[in-house]
C-alpha cells in the first residue's frame, strides 16, 4: 500500500513537471513545490474527489464519465488554492486540459512503473 502512494506521488510530480512544461499558464516554482502538490493531489484525490464523485454521478453518467475530468480540475484548483502562489494555473479550461494530460500521463507512467517494480 504504501508502495503505491510513492508511485503515486512520484507519478504524479512528474505529471506536475511536464504540465509546468506544456502549458504557459501552469506555473510551479520547482521540484519541491510539485512533490508539496503531488502529496496533496494525492490526499484530495482519496478524501475529496469520492465526494465529489458520489454527489456529481448523475452528471456524470449523462456526460459518459467526461465530468471527471472537471472533478480532477477542481482537485488541481484545490490544490492551488493550497499553495498559494507556488502553484498557480490560470483559468479553468487550463486546469481541465491540464486535467486531462495529468490523467493520461498518470495511466502511462504507474502502468509502465508497475511492469518495472513487479
Request: glycine content about 6%; hydrophobic content about 65%.
Amino acid at each position: 500500500m504504501i508502495k503505491n502512494w510513492i508511485i503515486s506521488i512520484v507519478v504524479n510530480t512528474i505529471a506536475l513537471l511536464a504540465v509546468n512544461e506544456l502549458f504557459q499558464d501552469v506555473e510551479i516554482d520547482g521540484v519541491t513545490t510539485a512533490v508539496i502538490a503531488a502529496i496533496i493531489l494525492g490526499i484530495l484525490n482519496a478524501i475529496v474527489k469520492p465526494i465529489l464523485v458520489v454527489l456529481t454521478l448523475p452528471i456524470t453518467i449523462i456526460s459518459l464519465g467526461l465530468f471527471l475530468f472537471v472533478i480532477n480540475a477542481i482537485t488541481l484548483m484545490i490544490t492551488q488554492g493550497l499553495l498559494g502562489t507556488d502553484f498557480v494555473i490560470n483559468g479553468w479550461g487550463t486546469a481541465i486540459l491540464a486535467a486531462i494530460i495529468i490523467t493520461i500521463l498518470n495511466t502511462i507512467l504507474q502502468k509502465i512503473l508497475k511492469e518495472v517494480l513487479d
